[in-house]
């Protein structure tokens, strides 16, 4: 899409043109990592001229994902309104739900990561609309599999929906006439997955062998609330109340509140590494495979440090820290794409990235999702869900 009109031409929707630069520009940087006079220079007008368009950057953002999801729901309408049979009117709902994905990729990144900037009028608007389609989604997938519990369903829709916003979690692509069929495919695998019908046994009690240091109880001060109310709405003041000392005492801890932010982010991918590192002791690549989808599930909903380092902006964290963390994070899939290629030798590796970006957004977006985060045996039905995405069945 051209960003930029010609000298002297004026577009036929400069809202919309304005709309589609700032999505980028908060997908790349962050919310709070991106101010009007940014969007005004990358789109070539002034700041009052984005102004005549917009009141402020919150209504840019709310727009953009306003009109994701008006465009979702029109999807939806005209899919399930079809005479067609069922599965076909779901291939026909995801072919679609594919092309969005993929001809707008920023949007399903702004939806995901930056809903908590929008106000809150907008943020109820959106659960309620999204809930709504969601709905649609179940009714029919329950008119195919009558085997499945009304709750059963929706966790399989919400779960497909999350494989259309993976792409925005990479870069990677393909060819266009495969990348929608093939995030279709992904999107079915998990229609078709088994839930496992046996809630699995809790975690064994740990039991602390003494006081936490004063240090640890700030980090876990810290990472508490910057889950609970997000980085930017949480002071060194509000931390060190939680931790039980005064806000000045924190910075004997930390130099700031973005050295916290960094501290969270290797202690998450410390977890993950020690996860996988037992993980990866296994006969064979399939079930180490599977034990590495297990591992990441069993972390995630153990490790408050994951969830938060998923939802805090990425303007938070200076460039250094953010490129170390980044290492890791394409070293920790780099594990999973080399396993799911030696297990599928014959599958293309960008595909292999793509499916694998697919499982782990599953796994991320369905353990915050209020609808369905508080299952009983949560942690076995993520894992089927994974596993079912990379295209394995452990028996």
């Known amino acids: 899409m051209s960003t930029q009109p010609a000298r002297g031409t004026r577009p036929r929707d400069r809202k919309a043109q304005l709309a589609a630069i700032a999505a980028e520009l908060f997908r790349a940087r962050g919310f709070h990592g991106v101010s009007v006079i940014d969007i005004a220079a990358a789109a070539g007008v002034t700041a009052p001229a984005l102004y005549r368009h917009f009141a402020d950057k919150q209504a840019i953002l709310t727009y953009v994902v306003l009109a994701g999801i008006d465009d979702m729901e029109s999807i939806t309408g005209a899919a399930l309104a079809d005479s067609a049979p069922l599965p076909e009117q779901l291939n026909t709902l995801f072919t679609g739900l594919a092309t969005q994905s993929v001809e707008h990729r920023e949007i399903a990144a702004l939806w995901r990561w930056e809903g908590p900037h929008l106000p809150r009028e907008q943020r109820r608007e959106i659960r309620r609309r999204s809930a709504a389609v969601l709905d649609a ?39 266009r006439k495969r990348f929608v069929p093939l995030l279709v495919e992904l999107a079915q695998a998990v229609l078709d997955a088994s839930l496992p019908s046996a809630i699995e046994p809790p975690p064994s009690a740990v039991t602390s062998l003494g006081t936490p240091s ?182």
């Open 137 to 175: 989604w179940t009714k029919a997938l329950l008119g195919i599999r009558p085997d499945l519990a009304a709750d059963e369903a929706e966790l399989l829709c919400w779960a497909a929906l999350s494989v259309f916003g993976s792409i925005a979690a990479h870069h990677t692509t393909v060819a």
């Open 214 to 395: 004063r240090r640890e109880q700030v980090l876990t001060a810290a990472t508490t609330l910057f889950g609970e109310r997000g980085f930017h709405a949480v002071s060194m003041e509000d931390i060190g109340a939680a931790a039980g000392i005064a806000g000045p005492s924190v910075y004997r801890h930390f130099p700031s509140k973005v050295a916290l932010m960094v501290a969270i982010g290797h202690r998450a991918a410390d977890r993950l590494a020690v996860a996988a590192e037992q993980a990866l002791q296994a006969p064979d690549e399939r079930t180490a495979l599977g034990r590495l989808a297990a591992s990441y599930v069993h972390v995630l909903l153990r490790t408050p440090e994951l969830l938060v380092s998923f939802t805090t902006d990425r303007g938070t964290t200076p460039d250094r820290d953010k490129a170390d963390l980044r290492r890791v994070q394409v070293d920790y899939v780099g594990q999973w794409v080399s396993l799911l290629s030696a297990v599928f030798p014959e599958l293309p590796a960008r595909e292999a990235k793509i499916r694998v970006h697919a499982a782990l957004t599953i796994a991320n977006d369905l353990s915050r999702t209020g609808r369905v985060k508080n299952r009983p045996h949560l942690q076995a039905e993520l894992t089927a869900l994974l596993l079912a995405v990379l295209g394995l069945d452990l028996g």
